[in-house]
T-cell receptor, first 109, second 116 residues
Framework: GQNIDQPTEMTATEGAIVQINCTYQTSGFNGLFWYQQHAGEAPTFLSYNVLDGLEEKGRFSSFLSRSKGYSYLLLKELQMKDSASYLCAVMDSNYQLIWGAGTKLIIKP | GAVVSQHPSRVICKSGTSVKIECRSLDFQATTMFWYRQFPKQSLMLMATSNEGSKATYEQGVEKDKFLINHASLTLSTLTVTSAHPEDSSFYIC????????????FGEGSRLTVL
């Protein structure tokens, strides 16, 4: 079956760095997405990785290793507004998105 | 940027009535749109995939006669919750994939349905 695993909840301190991991087993691979979702709102797009390596976009970076079925989202200089759920999603061979359950990130002052 | 508008954002209805939620891609054409529901503190659950001009593909366990999906144009998909019951109360979100794009989804703002 298809499976996306990511931690349920993480806590970090304002100004610090946090890494949210995502492992996946899917039938085929056509890219991995990270979305941010604040409570009661729709998800917003953060990143898309289809090749191995690190993609940096401001305070957020996303890494992919296709051979290991692994990705992480790195958030630097954490701000209180970064408190949200972070969803990992993989596009399979049928171009369908398989969603992880999301990681709730709690930022403390 | 690509904008998806969802309407209404909040709706309260009586048990047994039907509610229609619209999802519009404002500045792009979307051959494919997706409908999700999300219960509090849970992740998105895909309900159905809607392709313009054809019948929607429903996920296992989703009643197609209860959740009617129509995708009559490249910019509009609608979800109708028929004979709504309190257990249908949820956050319904649509997303659209721009025609020709490989994967990025653009999400609507979501619609919170409360059935009394």
């Amino acid at each position: 079956g298809q499976n996306i695993d990511q931690p349920t909840e993480m806590t970090a301190t304002e100004g610090a760095i946090v890494q949210i991991n995502c492992t996946y087993q899917t039938s085929g691979f056509n890219g991995l997405f990270w979305y941010q979702q604040h409570a009661g709102e729709a998800p917003t797009f953060l990143s898309y990785n289809v090749l191995d390596g690190l993609e940096e976009k401001g305070r957020f970076s996303s890494f992919l290793s296709r051979s290991k079925g692994y990705s992480y989202l790195l958030l630097k200089e954490l701000q209180m507004k970064d408190s949200a759920s972070y969803l990992c999603a993989v596009m399979d061979s049928n171009y369908q998105l398989i969603w992880g359950a999301g990681t709730k990130l709690i930022i403390k002052p | 940027g690509a904008v998806v508008s969802q309407h209404p954002s909040r709706v309260i209805c009586k048990s047994g009535t039907s509610v229609k939620i619209e999802c519009r891609s404002l500045d792009f054409q979307a051959t494919t749109m997706f409908w999700y529901r999300q219960f509090p503190k849970q992740s998105l659950m895909l309900m159905a995939t809607s392709n313009e001009g054809s019948k929607a593909t429903y996920e296992q366990g989703v009643e197609k006669d209860k959740f009617l999906i129509n995708h009559a144009s490249l910019t509009l998909s609608t979800l109708t919750v028929t004979s709504a019951h309190p257990e249908d109360s949820s956050f319904y979100i649509c997303s659209a994939k721009r025609t020709g794009d490989t994967g990025e989804l653009f999400f609507g703002e979501g619609s919170r349905l409360t059935v009394l």
